[in-house]
């Protein structure tokens, strides 16, 4: 049901280079992009992350209880997802591990302080 997640950066460069190298752990890559915004997607009709430049021209901030949640194929892809997002820099909330009931998640926040999750149910 979601088409695509926008997260706000204050550093284009800084945060192409995270989300190249953390979303390529999915398969994804750049499907559009501009001065303002990159977009990943790892098929035509999957759902996309952006970042973007805000489009009223102020500084992106944080919302406080927001959080995109990133669905791995297993557990092990928790794991190499959450490493990697930690090797590029991110900030801790929470390490992959098994959250009880067969849901395996690891929670961070990107360079930009975006919260994330990535998960596995099942």
């Known amino acids: 049901m979601i088409g695509y ?7 284009m460069t800084k945060s192409a280079r ?4 953390l979303l390529a752990t999915f398969g994804a890559k750049r499907t559009m992009e501009s001065d303002r915004y990159i977009a990943w997607g790892s098929s035509p009709t999957a759902p996309m992350l952006f ?4 489009y ?4 992106a901030t944080v919302g406080n209880g927001m ?3 990133l669905a791995a194929s297993s557990p092990a892809q928790v ?5 990697k997002a930690m090797e590029l820099g991110a900030k801790d909330e929470g390490p992959a591990g098994s959250r009880g ?3 395996y998640a690891g929670y961070f ?7 994330l999750a990535v998960f596995h149910s099942g």
């Open 79 to 83: 794991d190499a997802v959450y490493r």
């Open 109 to 115: 926040r990107d360079l930009d302080g975006n919260k």
């Open 18 to 21: 995270f989300y190249d190298a």
């Open 67 to 69: 959080m995109i949640s």
């Open 51 to 54: 970042v973007i430049k805000p």
């Open 56 to 59: 009223d021209g102020k500084p």
């Open 101 to 103: 009931d067969g849901f």
């Open 5 to 11: 997640v926008t997260l706000g950066t204050n550093d």
